[in-house]
Structure formats: C-alpha cells, structure tokens
Nanobody, 123 residues
Framework: QVQLVESGGGSVQAGGSLRLSCAAS????????MAWFRQAPGKEREWVAA???????AYADSVKGRFIISRDNAKNTLYLQMNSLKPEDTSMYYC?????????????????WGQGTQVTVSS
C-alpha cells in the first residue's frame, strides 16, 4: 500500500530555515500529484504547496516567496524548503499524495497522507 513518511521537522528561531522530506513507497511516484499541508492545534488543515506530476508548483499566499516545494522522482521523495520562518508557521506538517492530474487545495482530494512532522518556530 501507499506509505508516506515525513522527516526534517524541529525547532528553530524566527528567520531560520528547515527542510522537510517525505519518502514515498508503494506507488508509481512520478504519476502522483504531491502536496504539503499543515495543521496547528485547534485549527483546520491548511494547504501549503503542491507539485504535480509535470513539476508545476503552486503555493499558498502565506508561504509564497519563502517556501519551495520540489520532488526527486528517482528517489521517490518530496521536499519542502522553508526559509525566513515565522512563529505563525508553527504547525504539524503533512505530506499528501493523489493519483490525479492537476492539484487541489482541498484535503479531501488527496487519499494518501503521512503521519506528519512537527515544526516549531520561536520568536
């Protein structure tokens, strides 16, 4: 079955950087649209960025210019480079996958999810 495993989270001061990874298995990775979401306690899951199987990327306005999503199809791995981190970026970050064309902001569009990795940004 499809398995997604996130890593790379941690604690960092405001202005710092982190790089998240999501290792995928059990799927033909290059055919999947991949995305990052985040969810803070008491809040709804929020779309962060997506990259489709053609390598086209999209970002939420809140992270545009600071975060970069990328994928390595040879390694079945998704990345999220997070720069200029802010305290409001503190969340659990999730990797998601969908065997579909295009991309979506809606969590329900993605049937496959990882367990998440925590990012904490202190001021």
């Amino acid at each position: 079955q499809v398995q997604l495993v996130e890593s790379g989270g941690g604690s960092v001061q405001a202005g710092g950087s982190l790089r998240l990874s999501c290792a995928a298995s059990g799927l033909t990775y290059s055919n999947y649209c991949m995305a990052w979401f985040r969810q803070a306690p008491g809040k709804e899951r929020e779309w962060v960025a997506a990259i489709n199987n053609d390598g086209v990327t999209a970002y939420a306005d809140s992270v545009k210019g600071r975060f970069i999503i990328s994928r390595d199809n040879a390694k079945n791995t998704l990345y999220l480079q997070m720069n200029s981190l802010k305290p409001e970026d503190t969340s659990m970050y999730y990797c998601a996958a969908a065997y579909r064309s295009g991309w979506s902001l809606a969590p329900r569009w993605y049937p496959h999810w990882g367990q998440g990795t925590q990012v904490t940004v202190s001021s």
